[in-house]
């Protein structure tokens, strides 16, 4: 219930895209290693599962990610020191929904000066993205999740050729090299969900 009501909160009134509710560990695993969110919203209880599995995962595979921690005993929560740089906050549950949006709203404010930031550098190629096709685009949206091929291809229900095919298409016509492409296609992703931004409970 209170996983239901963070989701409409997050997906009504801060405007972020929900890719999954779920009640434990071996239910996100799947969503992560599928879509990992730019923000993975965990509501943790001392004695209860360990979240460690799904938040080394969701770093691992989307090293930019963070954290927002949903707790009843926010007095005894400390977020491990390790995971704190990747945590936006800590919310308890008994206080009203105001601290969470307040949390995410200013979560999203840093994502456009981020954005704001790193456009300046590549405002060019960024607008040569309208010119690709609307596959390359998804393939470069899907590259910048940090996918391999061999994922995108599964997730496009394409052949690993195709999706190089297309990877060498984009690099060509953005004139960049494989690294400048990956750096790119991780801003052209962000921008693309700005307005709806991802995020997992």
Known sequence: MVAQAIAGVLSEVAGLTVLG????????????????????????ELAGECYRDAVDLLLQRRPEAELLFVTALAGQFIVPTDLQPFTIAVVDKAQAWDHLMAAVMHWKQ????????SMQ???LQLAAIQRLSPREQRVLREL????????????????????????????????MSGAELVRLATLYRTLSWHEGSPAAT
């Open 144 to 175: 910048g999740c940090g996918l391999l091929n061999k994922e995108i291809a599964a997730r496009l229900d394409l052949s690993v050729a195709t999706v190089e095919t297309y990877r060498k298409s984009v690099t060509a016509k953005l004139g």
């Open 21 to 44: 509710v779920c009640t434990s560990v071996q239910e996100v695993i799947p969503l992560i290693r599928s879509s990992p969110p730019r923000l993975l919203v965990l509501d943790v």
């Open 110 to 117: 840093g994502l456009r000066d981020v954005m704001t930031s």
């Open 121 to 123: 550098g590549c405002a």
